[in-house]
Structures are given as C-alpha cells and as structure tokens.
C-alpha cells in the first residue's frame, strides 16, 4: 500500500515536470512564437520579464512547483484573469458533458455486451460486436458535425450548439460517449464469456437456478469487476476526448479553453488546463485501482 | 469476409496515393466560378467553399494520412520495441528508470499529451509525426518490455548465454525477433490510431497547414457549411471512417491469425 502511494507520488511529480518542461525546453522561443517576428526588441523583454522567461531554468521551476502548491498557475495573457478562476469557471461545464456521455456509454454498453456474450456465436452477438466496431471507428470530430446535420439542421429536434437551451448536451454527449460505449461492450462480452465459463457457473446451472438468475446475480458482478479497471484508462480517453467534442459544439468547459488558449498563444493557460486534465486522470485512475483492490478480495490479498 | 473488405480498402488506399501523380490532380486550384458545388458529372465529389475539387482533395488527404501514419507507426514501433526490449531484458537500474517514464507518460491522455506538443511545436506535417510519435512509442515499449521479461527466462536465452553471445546479440537474435508478432498486431491498430489523430489535430488546427489537404482539416472546413454544402464534411469523414475500420479489421483478423491474446484493459 505504502509503495504504491509512494509510486503514485513519483508519476504526478513526473506528470506536474513533464508538463513544465514541454512548455520550456521545447526548442523555439515562445515569445517569438507569440508576439511574431516584427515584435520590437523591447516588447519582447517586456513579455519575457512578464512570463518570467527571464530567470534561470531551476528558479523558474522552483517557482511554478511553489504556486502549484499554492493552487496558483498564473495569469492569463489574453485576459490577465487567474488561470486557476478560469479552470474553475469551466469544469462545471465539462463535468456535466463528460458525466451524462459516461452514464450513456455504461448504459449502452452493458446491455449489448450481456446481449453478446449471452447469445455468443449467434446473430445478436456478431451484431453487437459489429456495432461496437463501428463505434471505436467513427471518429468523434466527424460523428458531431453529422449528429448536428441530421438532428439540428435537418429534423430541428436539438441546438446546433453552446449549453444554454434545453437539451443541448444531448449531441455532445452521445458525439463523446460512442466510442467509449463500444470499447466496454467488448469488455463486459469478453468478460461476462469467461466468468461463465467458470466452475460455480456450473454448479449453479446444475442446482437448477434460471439463466437469467445466473447471468445478472451470479455472473454479472464478477465479471464487472475487471471492467472497473477499464472504466479508469478510459477516463482519461474521456477528458481528452472532450477537447474535440468541445470544440465541435461550442461546448464552455475546459477543452474548448485549452484551444482557445491555443491559438491565442495564451502559454499559462494552456499549461494550467493540460495539467489539470492529466492531474484528474492520474488521480482517477489510482482511485479505480484501490476501488478495485476494496471490491475484489483475490487482488487484496496479492 | 471482412478481412476481405479491410484488405480492399487499405489497398485502394494505397493505390489512390500511388495513382496521384498519373491523374495529374490539382487539389489546391480554385475555381471561383463553382464554388460550393454539389457532386455532379463536372464535379466529381463536388467543389468546396473556394471552389477547390473534394475529391481531389480527398486523394491529397489519403497521401497525408499514408505518409503520417506509416511514419509515425515505424518511428515509435521502433523506438518503442527497442527501449522497452532493453528495459525488460537489462532489468536493474534501467528498468526501473523506463518503467518510470513509461508510467508517467501513461499517466497522460495520449491525445491530449499530442495535442500539447502539437501545440508547442506548431504546425506542420513533420511536428504532426514528432508529436504523435511521443505519445506513441510508449505502447510499443510497454509490451516489448513484458515480452522481453518472460522471453528472458526461456532455455534458448540461457543456452546463448551460456554459450557466450554477448548482450546485445542476444537482444537482436534471440528475444525481438521473437516478440514481433504481438508488435505486429499492435502496430496495425496503431496505423487506425494514427489516423485519427492526424485527421483530429488537423481538425483542431494543429495539424497540416492551409492550403494543404488533410481528411481532418476538410472535415473542419466543411463544419462551416453543413446546411448549404453537407458533402464537404460527409466525404472526408468517410474516408477516414472506412480506412480506420479496414485497419481495424485488419488488426483483428491478424491477432486471431498470429494467436496473439487480446490484452485486457
């Protein structure tokens, strides 16, 4: 447990470093980079001295270690807001897309995945399987512009996009859900294939408990269990996923900050939002893990 | 019957690249007097808002998508196989420091580690294949180091060590050549994967340049005229859509083929 924690430790200071780093040793000068070649030299030390580009590497790092303890990422340069009120302001709106895309993905896949692994070798599964192919396929960039064409422009039943009206995150939500539906179906088929397989299934079957009984009460939380494990990666995968859906629909949560930031040039924002989309991760996925080890007593006892 | 159908569309894909300069195609000239038209006998797939022939376009964008994602797949499978293969096999203190690394650059999202690199690299075809390998090559290394630390253990190894190979004869010889067939596996999904994130940092501007075609920069372009003008985004995203697929099915039947176990999680 301790090693682990000590572990868990070592990756986010690697995590915190890495994202310092890509910002700073990166060849290119960012000033150059923002203000343009026809900058006047003295605009320039001006926005070094602003960025503090001016002082040495490890003072620079020092200083971004101590405002991160702090919760300070510095400021703006579009709009000389704090970053941290920025990020704050914007994760309501990226928790509430990534929550009902997470709850349509479980609610999608675990019925086609029990459908699949139930009727395995029918119709049914290879049909299930071929749609959650078809799912890991499409990607999210195009599937939203074409969810936009068919159900706003043309059958007028959703916004075209933003968060304001009332349905609005239905678009967003199922543009960002597919894949990771499609993944866990294979998953929870995969899964549910081998806890039958196994000798108690047997057992029950021969005491003559219903298949239903088997499925949903004897095989069905075990078979979950490693699906857990799963649900975490594809956390990441998730928030990641949620810049581009963001985009797409105009959604204000914080990928469509990281590119709006992006293309202002607006370093500190975009290093404030990067780390705290892979901080979050890090941290859901250690969590999943010791959910994992609370839930399975086989790992506990490893 | 579907490895049939990956196997037509990764060669059509091939072919259509290989083809372009016969059919002397001319994917950035503008046609002002046929802007935005629809698909039809003078044109094709259609022109986009500056008149320029989507399907034309299209066939830009397929050599984009081939050159990136054969580039980056062979850079990080290489890279990877042969850092994770040091890693498991030298063990001590090597190991340990690789696996640090591999963990912490799994601890991002791959995607959004890409598209901070893009970022910070600017634009441009080669940033396009440094910052998706990056992120890349850390799968690769992950299962060569796995492999390579049970492949250490098997009789062969010990007989050339016993014999007196040296180390690296040994990683050459005996334990990557040996390891290949799950690194093939991974590598024909990495081409799927690739793809995907070429045509999505394109898409997000981070990609291939204007007036350069790329399957994610149309689909970009095209968002802004889905009511007038629909085919300007529907083509690309189908071209991306069918060759993923194919690399996808591809990746499949080649696991069941080469009898490699689905890795779980």
Known sequence: MLTRLITSLVTLIGVVSLVFFLIHLIPGDPVEYILGDSARPADREALRSELG????????????????????????????QPVTALLLERLPATLKLSLVAFLLAVLIALPLGVLAATRSGTFWDSGAMTLSLLGVSIPNFWLGPMLILLFSLWLGLTPVSGMEQPGSVVLPAITLGVSLAAILARMVRSSLLEVLGEDYIRTARAKGVSEQRIVWRHALGNALLPVITLLGLQFGALLAGSVITEKVFSWPGIGLLLIDAIQQRDYPVVQGTVLLIAVSYLIVNRLTDLLYRVVDPRVRLE | MSRWFAITILLAWVMAVLMQPLLQTTPDVIHLDAILAPPGPDYWLGNDALGRSVGERLLAGAEIALLVSVATVLISALAGTVIGALSGYAGGMTDIVISRIIDIMLAFPGILLAIALAAVLGPGIDNLVIAISVVGWVGYARLARAQALSLKQREHVTAAIALGSRQGRILRRHIIPLMLAPLVVEASFGIAAVIVAEAGLSFLGLGVQPPQASWGSMIREGADFLLVAPHLAIFPGIAIFLVVLAANLFGDWLRSRLNVREKVG
């Open chain 1, 53 to 80: 580009l001016d002082r040495p590497l490890p003072v620079q790092y020092a200083d971004y270690l101590s405002g991160l303890i702090r919760f300070d990422l510095g400021n703006s340069l579009h709009s000389k």
